[in-house]
């Protein structure tokens, strides 16, 4: 019987890494579940023959459980605004009942990214509580890095508290060149001293169209029936 891995996305470019892993996932007799709460990126996935029907869409649900509002009251989305701490804890909620229908289907490991956003809060607090382990998945800020740490993202991170690893990560690693790595530490520590963001190694700007307007529209139509 196959072993199975949870990949909460909730950016195209989560999917990019997920798909990466299909092949090997296969090699190793496991199956990928790649899990979204947003309308748009789930109706891409369906149609993705890679995918092959293992994408899940969180949706509104009735009947669904609520923790108390403090444990999101981190949330990003809390944090900035964009949610409130009550509609967090109706999206926590239903992101659970969803994982809840994968928990028979044998799942080992569970993966996120960031770690910090509602959806992110509420699958660890399941997998706490079902002893499933998860990873934490960060683009590093380290050119052509991608972290995975089960501590947690961003300050929570082992690197927070441990950044010396960042010298080791270095030392071990031949395909980063010296002038690359030097002037990157330069930028981070100009960026870190004068208080101006930090930016991720590939930050870019993506153009507007009509169709993304519609996805963008579709998934706040749908969020908001996650958060009432």
Not at 61 to 73: N, P, T, V
Not at 99 to 117: A, E, I, P, V, Y
Not at 184 to 194: H, V
């Given at each position: 019987?196959?072993?199975?891995?949870?990949?909460?996305?909730?950016?195209?470019?989560?999917v990019?890494?997920?798909?990466?892993?299909?092949?090997?996932?296969?090699?190793?007799?496991c199956?990928?579940?790649?899990?979204?709460?947003h309308?748009?990126?789930?109706?891409?996935?369906?149609?993705?023959?890679?995918?092959?029907?293992?994408?899940?869409?969180?949706?509104?649900?009735?009947?669904?459980?609520?923790?108390?509002?403090?444990?999101?009251?981190?949330?990003?989305?809390?944090?900035?605004?964009?949610?409130?701490?009550?509609?967090?804890?109706?999206?926590?909620?239903?992101?659970?009942?969803?994982?809840?229908?994968?928990?028979?289907?044998?799942?080992?490991?569970?993966?996120l990214?960031?770690?910090?956003?509602?959806?992110?809060?509420?699958a660890?607090?399941?997998?706490?509580?079902?002893?499933?382990?998860?990873?934490?998945?960060?683009?590093?800020?380290?050119?052509?890095?991608?972290?995975?740490d089960?501590?947690?993202?961003?300050?929570?991170?082992?690197?927070?508290?441990?950044?010396?690893?960042?010298?080791?990560?270095?030392?071990?690693d031949?395909?980063?060149?010296?002038?690359?790595?030097?002037?990157?530490?330069?930028?981070?520590?100009?960026?870190?001293?004068?208080?101006?963001?930090?930016?991720?190694a590939?930050?870019?700007?993506?153009?507007?169209?009509?169709?993304?307007?519609?996805?963008?529209?579709?998934?706040?139509?749908?969020?908001?029936?996650?958060?009432?």
């Amino acid at each position: 019987m196959s072993k199975n891995i949870v990949i909460l996305v909730t950016a195209m470019e989560h999917v990019l890494f997920a798909k990466r892993l299909i092949n090997q996932a296969k090699e190793r007799g496991c199956v990928l579940y790649l899990v979204t709460p947003h309308a748009a990126l789930f109706r891409r996935l369906r149609y993705d023959t890679q995918i092959a029907g293992r994408a899940v869409l969180i949706t509104a649900q009735s009947g669904a459980d609520k923790q108390d509002s403090d444990c999101f009251r981190h949330a990003v989305e809390v944090l900035t605004g964009h949610f409130t701490a009550q509609g967090a804890v109706c999206l926590a909620g239903h992101v659970r009942q969803t994982l809840d229908k994968l928990d028979g289907q044998r799942l080992q490991c569970l993966l996120l990214f960031n770690g910090c956003k509602t959806v992110d809060l509420a699958a660890k607090a399941w997998a706490q509580q079902k002893n499933i382990p998860y990873l934490i998945v960060e683009y590093a800020n380290l050119p052509g890095k991608t972290f995975v740490d089960s501590a947690g993202g961003n300050a929570y991170s082992t690197l927070f508290r441990e950044p010396q690893l960042l010298d080791e990560l270095y030392r071990r690693d031949s395909h980063t060149l010296d002038h690359e790595y030097a002037s990157w530490r330069e930028d981070y520590l100009q960026a870190k001293e004068t208080g101006h963001r930090v930016l991720q190694a590939g930050d870019g700007h993506k153009q507007l169209n009509r169709l993304s307007l519609l996805e963008r529209l579709s998934d706040r139509v749908h969020l908001a029936r996650l958060l009432a």
